[in-house]
Nanobody, 124 residues
């Protein structure tokens, strides 16, 4: 599975962005996915995970109620809709896949495939 994240950018506080994670491979629809983020000087942080069907999601407390993960298995794509963005949401955002079927996986080492990251910058 190869992952390509996109959709990042610069937005003012209170604004919104939608990230996409396009996957190659016919097994995408069977694999739990996740989003992580990493701010400068900080460790990679779990954001949200979604199960293989899209019927279940698990959010970090810091984004619960503001971010929404979804997936379209027919398009091999996962999405992260972010609203009410805050300056502390500024980070490089990574999508990841867990072919070993860990869900909800909040640790990065439970994911085997990673996208290249997309920068999200929220100005105050």
């Amino acid at each position: 599975v190869q992952l390509q994240a996109s959709g990042g950018g610069l937005v003012q506080a209170g604004g919104s962005l939608r990230l996409s994670c396009a996957a190659s491979g016919r097994t995408f629809g069977t694999i739990p996915m996740g989003w992580f983020r990493q701010a400068p000087g900080k460790e990679r942080e779990f954001v949200v995970a979604i199960n293989w069907s899209g019927g279940s999601a698990y959010y970090a407390d810091s984004v619960n109620g503001r971010f929404t993960i979804s997936r379209d298995n027919a398009k091999n794509t996962a999405y992260l809709q972010m609203i009410s963005l805050k300056p502390e949401d500024t980070a490089v955002y990574y999508c990841a896949a867990s072919p070993r079927q860990y869900y909800p996986a909040t640790r990065a080492n439970l994911y085997d495939y990673w996208g290249q990251g997309t920068q999200v910058t929220v100005s105050s």
